[in-house]
């Protein structure tokens, strides 16, 4: 008999919650995140859709000073290069990930099932805080979440090739309303990508063990929470 | 670093003091500090050896855009009401100091591999057979405008000087000190056009009398104006805003 089961609680055990891969495609995808975002909001800086200018501290892509000194210009060439570097990691990322996640299972097995009735229940349990974490499973908020990303993300590579091309792939930026509403719709993807963030790592601070979860992959639970 | 861009924008668009200072492959300060620490915590004395590897993505972007490239692909055409008659004003400086070219005294200036390196005079240019498209010119910043251009396809001229078509590359110099170059295919294309007029009439000053390549494939700085020679090469010719970090390829 252990101390623990003696206090009256089941032994912990450390169980296996994100797979290596996931792991891999989670950091890199942060990595592209920053990059894309960051060399983002720069780009819109040289020609808002709205008169609207991110802070330049917040953006990636040279010092504005020094670009103005040497080339004219403020900082739009690097951050167009890093934006079209950036979005090789991305998509070979984004890729390697949905195969895997298909593949593997990992997308049948964490994200489905999920309905409205439950997202609604378990919303509400969560604006109330009483919406407790069972490391492994995700909660129908988390499901509904995750999947809306990857389907912004999906529609931000696609908005993107639009923009980027819209004379090879003009089908594509048709199917986006043409070259100015693509443009919109990849700056309004952006923000919902960022919203996600600001309620994505917001829940990181309010449950930090989650943290070292996804680094380590593995999670300590009491025996009666692994069950799904 | 505090700078109020839209302030530090305008000074820019009137200002036109570029400074030709470095060639290809300089962008000094290739992050800014915060994102520096953020990405990778590493020292600013890396930012050299960052900015290597995104030249190389560039030109690997080059290599793919290419690939990419069909020849036979049309860019979409528009109606003659969605055309821009007040076209937008755009160059490194301002529009007060846009180039005034004499067009009695104008030539065009051919070199490289090309047949017949006669110089061209305007009429020579105009009796030329020529052909009007209506296009969207895509600026690298973001913003777009459908305009209509008039002028001769670029391939019919390139036959007529006698270029070498196999070639890898067409460059151009233009009489604001402006350069830049396009790859062959790109040159070939049917909707590439040397032209003489912008909307029904002869290209104004500020926009590139007597002489500007519309190339609808590629990005507004591909488009150069005010040109005043052009060559034929097999050697990489670069260009002034590629030289300073854009894509060279810069396709639609």
Redesign the interface.
Known sequence: MTTQSMAGSPPRQTILVHSLMVRIAHWTNA?AM??MI?SGWR?????P?FDY?FP???????????????????????A???H??GM?LLVINGLVYFIYGVLSGHFRRTMFPVGPRAFLSDLVAALRFRLPHHPGVYNAVQKVLYLGVLAVGVVMVLSGLAIW????F?ELAWIFGG??TA?LIHFLGMAAIVLFLIVHISLVIMVPKTLPTMITGRASVHGDETGR | MAIDLKAARDVLRESGTARLVERRGFLKGGLSLGALTLLTGCDVTHTDQVQSVLNRMSQWNDRVQAALFNPHRLMPTYSEAEAVKDFRFNAYYGESQVPKIDGDRYRLILSGLVDNRKPWSLPDLYALPQTSQITRHVCVEGWSMIGKWTGVPFRTFLERIGADLSAKYVGFECADGYYSSIDMASALHPQTLLTFKISDEILGPKYGYPLKLRIPTKLGFKNPKWITALYVTNRFPGGFWEDRGYNWFAGV
């Open positions: 990595v920053v990059i960051g780009i819109w800086n040289s020609d859709i200018y330049i501290w917040a953006t990636l892509g040279g010092d504005p000073a020094a670009s103005q000194d040497l080339h004219n210009e403020l900082g739009l060439a690097s167009l290069q890093w079209f570097a090789w091309k819209p004379g090879q003009q070259f100015d443009r």
